[in-house]
């Protein structure tokens, strides 16, 4: 073979192989393409503990449905629900998406949900009897329904087994006793707030609010306290039981000086430093928790501190875009199906499943820790779920701060937020009358 | 020919600025603009209810708003504090780090810059631990000696402590241009100034500050814009508090566009921001210009 030979064979061979790479790379980007009839986005913000989890959920999905294709986005709360909204502006939404409960009626009114009714029955065969009914109800809105709940995120108290111990705060068989009412909860208070070297500084704290927003939301509720009335149009903030719960917060921190003033979420971090004995906080913190080894604690429903027992609740609530058809929504009802029916993998990572079925299954009864919470499901209270909830939070947040830093009195400091969140109320119902007036108009002169 | 030659020197300018001209145009102007129609409307995000002409009505809202003046306050108090810190401090430092020379030199510029390539989400949630009053770090440090700051529950320390925050985390930029603009300066006015019998403190104020004028001028102005705008630290640390004393006006307009999604008041208040910004530069300008 002579030289220039040698060298065409070689160019032909090369020319051979670049072929079949490039036939196989096609093949392969054919057949991938083939795969997936649908795809689907879905969006949500499990950023913590709880993403892998979910994270894991999809791959199954994925998996066990190959003509269908799920992309999992995840961003923190706050930026994601600008983005949401923004994204449904432009109509460019994810077709799946989680919302927690107080935000379906601002979802709502903003147009951005698919009612579900049609679906539930035929698509996802779901009953709506074997949901917890508050966390049902909470997806719903004028007889119709706009998600599926997943779960129901419950308050309950987590406290330092080895601090109660420590304290002599045991029952017949030395196990620590968690406190279940007011007079319980004080008396654990004195006994577990502690200034070991007398310099009058707080060395180890009985408890403290890790959340004041939530915190005082359990608190007002059990002291008979209301929010809104019936018709969502006057905000009762300012009423009896909640200032009497503000008061008796305050009172814990100013006059009685056992806990410290709220600072921020930090504090929490003094309950996994084990320098807190008791807080209270959402079922969503477990999955750190158990983590932890060299913290050891329990969890038990919040004390009964006012008249009657109550913790907060919310649920994590799945959605469908508003415009979606088919394949995209059977896609889309298939995999809400699946995230409900294996929302006990869910709960595992520290949450309670809001399918009654599962609820009362064996596997959900052995986890320990999700089961205490939920035995509070018989007084759990969703939090405030109007449009102008932000409106109201904010003033919430600022009334509970002055009053909790003794600026201002508690009745004065609810008075000025009822006065505040009013004008968001009036403004809500103008534009709402306004629009109303608008497209009747428009119906009229069609 | 000629004339082809000339017409294409005169527009090939505009050739060369043009993808830039197009993306200012889309990503920056157009918004703006954008901006400046929808702050005389009432839009509100959620709302079924139809897009309103109110013309100044957001801007007279604002202006009679008792949130929109705490938080314009507690805007204007960190500029107070921080813009003298921000360029005192890193003058001190470039001067200082002028002296040293070599490898030295470059580790130092690096130590104080380096802060400053931290997400504002990891440098605040580090600061939120490093100032919390019952488990934070600096606390713990400081009871060991008898000390307890207030850092974020004493309405006259929060500021402060976002201040000093702002501080680590900002200086080494505008010690890395005050460091160049020092180096700029001719090594023979210093000579000259030592022979006339000139000290340190001489040749700084007579030689170092009026050749540094103009680099001076620079960073003062980019840092009241940057002060104007602070957001990340105070709404990451103290979420506004304690008592409003930390809610900037940036974070106001943020609540009120993307909490309370009022799009037509948060972009009056923009607006009333940016003249805020342009006024006290445009003062800044004045005033350099009447000295030189």
Known sequence: MTGSSKFLMGRVRGAVVVAALCMGLLGAACSRQDRPEVTLRFWNGFTGPDGRPMQQLVKEFNRENPDIRIIMQRMDWYTYYNKLFVAGIGGRAPEVFIIHASNIPRFIHADFLRPMDDLLEKEMGLDPKDFFPQAWNAAGDGGKQYG?????SIHGMYYNKSL???AGIVDATGEPRPPRNQKEFMEALRKLTLDRDGDGDMDQWGFVFTNTRNNL????????GMFFDRDNRQCLLNSEGNVRALTWCRDLIHREKLVPSPENFIAWLGFRQGNVAMAFEGIYMLADLQKQTDLDFGVAPIPTIGEQPATLASSHIVCLRRDLKNPELQAASRFARFLTDRSLDWAAAGQVPARLSLLQSDRFRSMEAQATFAQQLDHVFYEPNQPFNNQFDTEFNEAVEKALRNSETPQAALDRAVANTQRAVRRHYDLWDQAKNASSEKSSGL | MNTRQNQFQRYSGWIFVLPFLILFAAFLLTPL?????LSFFNWEMLSPAPTQFIGWGNFHEALHSDRFWTSTLATARFVLMATPATVG??????????????RRQAFYRASYFLPGLLSISVAGLLWTWFYNGEFGLFNAYLEKVGI?????????????????MSLWWCLGGATIILLAGRQQISQSLYEAASMDGAGALRSLWHITIPQMRPVLLFVTVTNIIGSFQVFGQTYIITRGGPEDSTRVLVQYIYETAFLHYRMGYGSAMCWLLFAFIAFFSVIQFMAMKERR
Do not use: C, E, H
Request: aromatic content about 10%.
């Open chain 1, 148 to 152: 599926i709940p997943l779960d129901i």
């Open chain 2, 33 to 37: 603009l954008y901006g400046l129609a």
């Open chain 2, 89 to 102: 401090i890193a003058l001190a430092l470039a001067l200082g780090i002028n002296t040293i020379q070599g």
């Open chain 1, 164 to 166: 109660f111990r420590a």
């Open chain 1, 217 to 224: 939301l359990v608190l007002m509720v059990q002291f008979g």
């Open chain 2, 148 to 164: 307890k700051i207030p850092w974020l529950t004493s309405t006259s320390w929060a500021m402060k402590s976002i201040v000093i």
